[in-house]
């Protein structure tokens, strides 16, 4: 594993920095195409920038009273009002009196808590009660204005760790796809929740082609033929049919080219390449569809997701300094935007990436325990918006 010194001394320089002046701080960065400063927001009196092109919007609503948000791993915008939500259960809501106490650092089946919630809660009228997740709401759909729409409840107990939910876009059934690592599992369903195939088996972790251990993110071709990152314990891809029949992997532990350290996600381009996020190796490799190594982009620290838009950019979720990165397909980075924090559009662990029809981004965030959502600014340059992902603009 490569040392993370480097990291932080860039994060150092990008607080001096600031996210304004991010594009020449980063060095070797372009300059968006068509931004002028009036459109970056430049010589504006005061801000700092912290959304990048986006607003962030009052979203979604509580789903219960009491009750807030879980360990947020997955999100997908279908349409700007069907946002599939994919998360560990629900917590109390913490009043401002509580404090905290990191001495309990987990909670059984829920695998770890978000950071915020970790503990006993030891002042206030709650003192020295313990913070109990329920396991509830743990794949749903909301609406444009975040109101719960739909409760896979009868679903709860597939779940152990949930990882990331997707729909292919080459799919036009739209069949809901989710990765549950922590049982070792890929589920697909009909949008209706009727269960119609799963990959692995329940809890038990294996390495041959019927098993994975801890898989990540999954991505398709356009015939059908999909990839799976597998992942947080195992260090390969897998490929499969479009009837979900294996066909080959490939990867080993390390460093080396088509070598991996925590593969974490996983896109594929319009020319058929395979794009893998390895994430504590700190870069992203390039392979063919049958897995041979074409190219890697270094010193991309911790990419918790990437996103291949329509428009054929790759956007990369950075999980160590919490930003949204944007590249070219030859691996030259174009844009930096984000913030680290708690505050409203603020980012802590970004953790998968969604854009609906409308130009909406999306972002589950695992350590702020909470689904996002960004409209952008009215006057944001059109090549500092994501676009819908790769296959959904047909």
């Known amino acids: 594993m490569r040392t993370l010194k480097r990291w932080h001394s860039l994060a150092a320089a990008t607080l001096l920095a600031g996210t304004a002046s991010i594009h020449s701080a980063c060095g070797g960065m372009a300059a968006p195409v068509a931004a002028t400063a009036a459109e970056e927001g430049m010589g504006e009196k005061g801000g700092v920038d912290a959304t990048g092109p986006y607003d962030p ?4 609503q509580q789903l219960e009273k009491g009750w807030t948000w879980g360990r947020t791993a997955g999100i997908f915008a279908e349409t700007a009002d069907k946002v599939w939500i994919f998360q560990s259960g629900v917590f109390p809501e913490l ?10 650092a987990s909670n059984g089946r829920w695998g770890h808590l978000p950071k915020r919630y970790r503990g006993l809660l030891l002042t206030g009228p709650r003192r020295g009660q313990e913070v109990k997740p329920r396991w509830e709401y743990t794949l749903i759909t ?9 409760n896979w409840s009868q679903h709860n107990t597939l779940f152990t760790r949930p990882h990331r939910i997707k729909i292919s876009p080459y799919d036009p059934e739209r069949h ?16 209706d929740g009727t269960l119609v195939q799963s990959w692995g088996e329940a809890g038990v972790p294996g390495d041959d082609e019927r098993h994975f251990n801890r898989p990540t993110d999954i991505a ?20 499969f049919d479009k009837s979900g029949r294996f066909l080959m992997t ?17 896109a594929v381009g319009r020319d058929r390449r395979v794009y893998v996020a390895d994430r504590s190796n700190h870069r992203i490799q ?24 329509d428009d054929d950019y790759l956007w990369v979720a950075d999980g160590w300094m919490h930003k949204i990165v944007k590249f070219d397909l030859q691996g030259r980075r174009l844009d930096v935007w984000g913030t680290w924090g708690n505050f409203p559009g603020g980012i802590w662990g970004p953790h998968q990436l969604s854009v609906d029809s409308e130009g909406n981004l999306y972002i589950a965030q695992v350590y702020n325990s909470r689904p996002s959502k960004y409209r952008p600014k009215p006057n944001a340059p059109r090549d500092r918006v994501i676009d819908v992902e790769i296959g959904w603009g047909r």
């Open 57 to 60: 919007v009052d979203w979604p």
């Open 95 to 104: 009043h401002p009196d509580d404090a905290e106490d990191d001495s309990v």
């Open 142 to 150: 909301v609406n444009r204005d975040g109101k719960l729409v739909s």
């Open 176 to 191: 809901v796809w989710v990765v549950e690592d922590g049982n070792h599992q890929i589920f697909k369903f009909r949008q």
């Open 220 to 239: 398709w071709l356009p015939d059908g033929t999909f990839f799976v990152s597998d992942g947080y314990v195992n260090t390969r891809v897998l490929k």
């Open 250 to 266: 490939w990867g080993t532990p390390g460093t080396g080219r088509g070598q991996f350290d925590t593969p974490h996600a996983i």
């Open 286 to 309: 390039i392979f063919d569809e049958h897995g041979k190594y074409l190219d890697e982009w270094p010193d991309i620290p911790l990419p918790y997701s990437i996103f291949m838009s």
